[in-house]
């Protein structure tokens, strides 16, 4: 079974430039998550989609950030325009459950804004 | 405010013995509680968990205490081999209508051959 997987793993941009973070569930996992990890802090909630719904949006920094999941299949994230600010790792995690199963990560993108 | 600490950033053990990760939280509202090891440029891989019914969760070399009075969890790993070098995350969620985790920062553990 493939796991999370997650395009692209790196990402250079200028602040002011819009970039757009892919994320791929396991197969089945009608639950996907996205966080982020800012360096040297810890990994924080994003948002939470339910096939192609928004459960939980709780976690989204402003409204720069746009989330989406069209046929509740793979999630963009959009960041329009990038910040300094928002240079780190996003991680998505998919899981089938959301209360009684694991969340499984994706190895993580890792975005710079120069 | 931090609502999950992991107070070690480091910790190092030697080969054999036993690596004791030691986690606090705030939030009384969690009921479910797990640890993640994460190696350099992967994203965390989930390892052990423990609900708030239990007091005590094992599974091979991995065992995770939590004591509720207390608010705090631990994770012990015994015999501790090399290959559990990595970084371990201490998360938990409070289920409640929202199944985010809430993430400590991480005690990066190094086993020494």
């Known amino acids: 079974e493939a796991g999370v997987t997650q395009f692209p793993s790196h990402s250079v941009i200028e602040k002011g430039q819009t970039v757009t973070l892919r994320c791929d569930p396991i197969?089945?996992?009608?639950?996907l998550y996205w966080y982020r990890r800012v360096m040297g802090k810890e990994i924080k909630f994003l948002l939470h989609f339910v096939k192609e719904s928004k459960q939980d949006e709780s976690g989204m920094p402003n409204n720069r950030f746009l989330a989406e999941r069209t046929g509740g299949t793979y999630s963009t994230l959009k960041v329009q325009p990038a910040e300094l600010e928002d240079s780190g790792v996003y991680f998505c995690?998919?899981?089938?459950?959301?209360?009684?199963?694991?969340?499984?990560f994706g190895p993580g993108t890792r975005l710079t804004v120069l | 405010d931090q609502q999950v600490k992991q107070n070690s950033p480091s910790l190092s053990v030697q080969e054999g013995r036993i690596s004791i990760l030691n986690c606090d939280y705030t939030n009384s509202m969690f009921d479910y509680f797990l640890w993640y090891k994460k190696y350099p440029a992967e994203g965390p891989t989930f390892l052990i968990s423990i609900s708030s019914i239990k007091d005590k969760n094992e599974d091979g070399r991995f065992t995770v205490f939590l004591n509720k009075s207390a608010k705090h969890l631990s994770l012990h790993i015994v015999p501790s081999q090399p290959g559990d070098s990595a970084v371990y995350f201490c998360a938990a969620s409070s289920g409640a209508g929202s199944y985010q985790l809430t993430f400590g920062k991480g005690t990066k553990l190094s086993v020494i051959p």
């Open positions: 197969s089945g996992h009608d639950n």
């Open positions: 995690a998919s899981s089938r459950h959301p209360l009684t199963d694991t969340q499984y």
